[in-house]
């Protein structure tokens, strides 16, 4: 192996700012001759000597995390800064809106889950007190569904967990072709939530699919409610771009979970949404 | 409280140790070196308080005012620290339903962030409602692929801003996701998302060629990885030639370690990001000696360890 020089690192050519200016410094990568040496080393150390600009290289980095637990020191200072906000939050968030007599979960199972089949049906029941003639709904993804409700008292606060968008609901006629995709989209997808309609993924297809309780016939139009941000193609749905007609409901998604949770503790009943085979998955 | 990893090891794409000159080794020894601290969140989706013990998975985790006094700690032991987030500071809880994220971006900008980049639910209330938040940020907001021109933004972002900490040239700049079915149409308006591989490796070889900064670091909302062919963190981490960092968000990982990447020019990548909600504070340390114009080196091989010193 060669013996190292010192200049061997220094490569042909580089750019070097200093103070705004540019000096280019053509130089030899190797030289074996010592009096070139010599004489370039002269002409380099002088360059050196004005050319300090600061440029630093990374030589070690280490790597962690902290747990943000209980057994860690709070700020007070922060704190001050939130109560205000946190006091006018809390006296609106800790009403309770109603009682569940289970644990509401978005763990899918065959296709469908609590949480899942309760939102649609609430959607549901809620939207058709203003149009009666909806055949079934999707009004989110699984991905929607942000928070599962607890067993017991259910508070405003857990409802804007659950729905935090500002999502409203919008009824759409739809061609045949057009239910069709959407249903090939939940097929694909393991099942989504829905109400009114009923169905079996079998190998990433919907088949049996039955809305109203009826055999789905492509060739056939369907009152569908969904979420505007469903609608406007979000996660890459697009069956309701060329709907046969429209129809904005002006009811907030997340008002509608409201208005149904409040409407059971009038009755003085608990919601008690469980699973009922509407999505199976083979 | 901090989460030993049991081993240290060299980068996993070179030798690191035997590479190292002779000159770094003294000065790792002999603390001759510049020390910058990196302290970075994602995904915090206004949890302002920590969860609530309802028996969930994360009950009793985060909270803003457990957060602050960690960073006034790290603070006051470190000369050097930068604040980072990655994006998604609005939605989640019914603070920012109530309130539209200003105490959010009120409590960051009182513990001191940085710079954070945009992620896709800071479009919840609109470009709009972003935008009425900006007044309570004390911080630069950095996204280099979103094109604002055309909307009430087009003065609120920076592409990328460069820090000088302790004679250390540090370039943070952003980078977004795909708006398009993710966000509402209405929401993001006239926004125009550009391609970030491209924007990240324009902007990052400006910051390294034109700025001579020393480490370049990409706040990323574009999530960490996917089955599919979808642009992720990976992606930008293969495919650029001069980030040395990734503060990735979006898809909510919990990473086990933080993750190297040869990229492009043959140099590390690296890419880390901390779950979400603020249950978590990611930790960086970088160690720098300077070039003293004796060695430019064209690949720059660095020791590794999942442990902090301090």
Known sequence: ?282 | MINRRKFIKTSGIAAAATALSIHSLDALANGELKHLTILHTNDVHSQIEPFAMNGGRNQGLGGVARRSALIKKIRAEQQNVLLLDAGDIFQGTPYFNLYGGELEIKLMSEMGYDAATMGNHDFDNGVEGFYKQLPHANFPILVSNYDFSDTIMHQSTKPFKIFNKGGLKIGVFGIGIELKGLVGEKNYGNTIYQDPVLKANETASLLKNEHKCDLIICLSHLGYKYSDKKVSDQTLAENNDHIDLIIGGHTHTFMAQPQDVKNRAGRVTTINQVGFAGINLGRIDYYFEAYRGKKLITSSPYMISDQLDS
């Open chain 1, 1 to 282: 192996m060669k013996k190292r020089n010192p200049l061997t690192r220094i490569s042909l050519f580089f750019n070097m700012e200093i103070k705004g200016l540019s000096y280019i410094c053509n130089s030899i990568s190797t030289m074996q001759n010592s009096a070139k040496l010599r004489t370039l080393s002269f002409l380099l150390g002088s360059f050196f000597l004005c050319a300090c600009s600061s440029s630093y290289q990374v030589v070690k980095s280490n790597r962690g995390e902290y747990k943000l637990s209980k057994d860690l020191a709070v700020d007070s200072s922060i704190i001050r800064t939130y109560q205000p906000y946190k006091l006018k939050l809390d006296s609106q968030m800790n009403e309770v809106l109603g009682y569940s007599d289970n644990e509401l979960t978005k763990k899918l199972v065959g296709g469908e889950s609590s949480l899942g089949n309760f939102f649609a049906d609430a959607a549901l029941v809620e939207a058709r007190k203003t149009s009666p003639q909806i055949d079934f709904t999707m009004p989110s993804t699984n991905g929607g569904l942000r928070n599962d409700l607890p067993l017991g008292a259910i508070t405003l606060s857990n409802v804007f967990e659950l729905m935090p968008f500002e999502n409203e609901l919008i009824v759409f006629e739809l061609k045949g072709s057009d239910v069709q995709t959407l249903l090939d989209y939940i097929a694909r997808t393991g099942g989504q939530p829905v109400g009114g309609l009923t169905m079996k993924i079998k190998a990433k297809k919907p088949v049996d699919v039955r809305i109203g309780g009826q055999p789905f016939d492509p060739a056939k139009n369907y009152s569908v409610l969904t979420s505007d941000y469903i609608a406007g193609g979000g996660d890459g749905i697009s069956s309701f771009k060329n709907p046969v007609s429209s129809k904005v409901l002006k009811l907030k998604i997340r008002d509608a979970l409201i208005q149904y949770i409040k409407e059971t503790k009038i009755k003085g009943v608990k919601i008690s949404s469980k699973l009922d085979g509407r999505m199976t998955n083979d």
